[in-house]
């Protein structure tokens, strides 16, 4: 089984409409937690992080961590055909410079006019 | 402002030959690191270091090797390429909690 697991998509949804990524893990010793966006042919690039529990607001985009189920959300609100990505979660269990960061596998958007 | 620059884009290589993916970033980030991405199986830690004359292995360390004279350049070499070593590869520095990427190196070898 794998630490953190993310379905692979693709998740298709009209534009505007409210978008849910989502992640599990299974090592509760995981604190920090980010999201990356991967446009097609690009490298990732940091969307959200949060450390704990509880959400991050940033515009159009909240991340949501609940510990107790050890479960990750990242919502996406009135989503723009320019959201069309893979999202990958990535979380880490301390800040130290030597801690792992272990990403998912990424789930494809698609957002269609 | 360049970020972090990789080199080549595309490369083809034989089973058994040698070569060197090249990365270079412009940020006097200390932390640099290479992953792999493969489909299903998420982005993979190969070689990290925390300076220069600094590095350690990562997840999937075997069949790399990687050296780190100046804080500006973190080379990764493959040193006898093999079909499993096909993906893509993803250069990266690190300043905090944000990973700045390159755009990457897609490697095939036949």
């Known amino acids: 089984q794998k630490e953190v697991e993310q379905d692979p998509g693709p998740l298709s949804v009209p534009e505007g409409a409210i978008v849910s990524l989502n992640c599990t893990y299974s090592n509760s010793a995981f604190q920090y937690f980010m999201w990356y966006r991967q446009y097609s042919r690009k490298g990732p690039e940091l969307l959200m992080y949060t450390y704990s529990s509880g959400n991050k607001e940033d515009g159009r985009f909240t991340a949501q961590v609940d510990k107790s189920s050890k479960y990750i959300s990242l919502f996406i609100r009135d989503s723009q055909p320019s959201d069309s990505a893979t999202y990958l979660c990535?979380?880490?269990?301390?800040?130290?410079?030597?801690?792992?960061?272990?990403f998912g596998t990424g789930t494809r958007l698609q957002v269609t006019l | 402002n360049a970020g972090v620059t990789q080199t080549p884009k595309f490369q083809v290589l034989k089973t058994g030959q040698s070569m060197t993916l090249q990365c270079a970033q412009d940020?006097?980030?200390?932390?640099m690191s290479w992953y792999r991405q493969d489909p299903g199986m998420g982005l993979r830690l190969i070689h990290y270091s925390v300076g220069a004359g600094i590095t350690d292995q990562g997840e999937v360390p075997n069949g790399y090797n990687v050296s780190r004279s100046t804080t500006e350049d973190f080379p990764l070499r493959l040193l006898s390429a093999a079909p499993s070593q096909t993906s893509v590869y993803f250069c990266a520095s690190r300043k905090g909690e944000k990973l700045f990427f390159g755009s990457g190196t897609q490697l095939s070898v036949l």
């Open positions: 940020m006097n980030h200390e932390y």
């Open positions: 990535a979380m880490r269990m301390s800040a130290g410079t030597a801690s792992k960061l272990t």
